[in-house]
């Protein structure tokens, strides 16, 4: 075999090579959504929270990589954990959607369940999207974006869930979005809640305000990378996770947990990043 031949076959091996691989990340990985289980042990937590269960979804991004069926399968999973609370970080959409689409998605999202309450807040994507509020109304979820809700399970004592809104394209700074809640959290009210969690989109905006008062904090957003090359890592992150972009932090004390999402932007693959869901057990230490 002359060289001619040689790289005439070395060029076909790398061709069918590569095609395997983006068949792999487009149909499979892209679309083999689990759940990472996490159990947090709290100090002096009531009893009646021992054992609370939160599922955290985000960056669903309907409409790419996940559609209709795919969608089925996410509830279906999200229910069988048979969750009390049931939080998403954001990028419900990808931009904009058609009416039909719209119904479908509030539709299907409607049959998830949660023992107490589901909430949202939004993405970057989402603030895209003219009809988010409704679609989020329509879907079941309760709104907190830069809001809060006081949960109570048979207890004097309740969990606190506050939740920050995009900030990619806000118009107003985050200091001033947030400051109903934060004179809430900076108040001698806090002290009832037993257990304080915290929702943002873009994982960044921590860094903007005071993370302490947070037991948990929930985000979404980098994907952790979407896109993984061996022995290097992700190859990219969008603006707003250039400091905060991998899985897990603790933040002086503060735990901040940034989910995979189960959807995917600009490009409908995955690879080395499989798309999941975080459900947390919260018990007494």
């Known amino acids: 075999m ?8 070395a060029i076909g091996i790398i061709a069918i090579v590569g095609a395997i691989l983006l068949g792999y990340a487009t149909f499979i990985e892209a679309k083999n959504f689990t759940i990472k289980e ?11 929270y021992d054992g609370l269960k939160v599922i955290h979804f985000s960056d669903l991004h309907y409409g790419t990589s996940v559609k209709d069926k795919e969608l089925k399968r996410i509830v279906k999973m999200i229910n069988n954990t048979d969750a ?33 309450e589901k ?12 009809k988010w509020n409704t679609l989020a109304e329509d879907a079941g979820f309760i709104n907190i974006n830069d809001s809060y809700e006081l949960i ?25 979005r947030t400051k109903t809640l934060f004179d809430y959290v900076n108040s001698e009210a806090i002290n009832e809640s037993a257990y304080k969690i915290l929702l943002v989109h873009e994982p960044d905006d921590v860094a903007k305000i005071d993370s302490n008062k947070f037991n948990l904090i929930l985000s979404g957003h980098s994907h952790n990378g979407q896109i993984r090359i061996p022995f290097v890592g992700s190859i990219w992150y969008p603006s707003g996770c250039k400091k905060f972009n991998k ?15 189960l959807g995917t932007t600009l490009l409908p693959i995955r690879f080395l990043n499989q798309p999941s869901m975080n459900l947390f057990r919260i018990v007494k230490k």
């Open 2 to 9: 002359n060289i001619k031949h040689k790289i005439i076959l």
């Open 38 to 48: 996490y159990k947090i042990a709290v100090d002096n937590l009531p009893d009646e």
């Open 152 to 176: 109570y399970k048979n207890s004097n004592k309740n969990i606190f869930l506050a939740g920050i809104s995009d900030s990619l394209y806000a118009t107003k700074a985050i200091k001033d």
């Open 119 to 130: 909430y949202i807040i939004n993405g970057n994507h989402d603030a895209l999207y003219d």
């Open 247 to 261: 899985e897990y932090y603790n933040i002086n004390g503060t735990d901040l947990y940034i989910s995979n999402g």
């Open 84 to 116: 009390d609370i049931v939080v998403f970080t954001g990028d419900l959409v990808d931009n904009k959607i058609t009416e039909e689409e719209h119904k479908k998605l509030a539709k299907e999202l409607q049959k998830i369940n949660a023992k107490l």
